[in-house]
């Protein structure tokens, strides 16, 4: 199985911008779909991007979109997740996950693996 541990969160300004990372061990990363998920306090746990094995095909939800870039590289086993104009609305603790397929989802029933997550305060 992969093990995923994510980095990068912490506090930001609105209109800020971080960047978070997902290490992964244990199998090829190429191997796996991944995705960035975010759970809000009393949200459920919401899909915020996704790109399949080798990166041809990405996903945003439509909250993130064009502030937003996910991106993997499959040598180094990490996955991305720029986030340029944060808003406070973004804030949330942050999860990488894995799924063994080429396609990624937005479902997060649909990845096995999880990382611990790390999180993400944007102030006004």
């Known amino acids: 199985q992969v093990q995923l541990v994510e980095s990068g969160g912490g506090l930001v300004q609105d209109g800020g911008s ?14 796996y779909a991944m995705g960035w998920f975010r759970q809000a306090p009393g949200k459920e746990r919401e899909s915020v991007a996704a790109i399949s094995r080798y990166g041809a095909s990405t996903y945003y939800a439509d909250s993130v979109k064009g502030r ?4 993997r590289d499959n040598a180094k086993t990490t996955v991305y997740l720029q986030m340029n104009s ?31 997550g790390t999180q993400v305060t944007v102030s006004s």
């Open 68 to 71: 937003f870039t996910i991106s």
């Open 86 to 116: 944060l808003k406070p609305e973004d804030t949330a603790i942050y999860y990488c996950a894995a799924r063994f397929a080429p396609a990624w989802t937005t479902s997060h029933r649909d990845y096995a693996y999880w990382g611990q």
């Open 18 to 31: 971080l960047r978070l990372s997902c290490a992964a061990s244990g199998r090829t990363l190429s191997n």
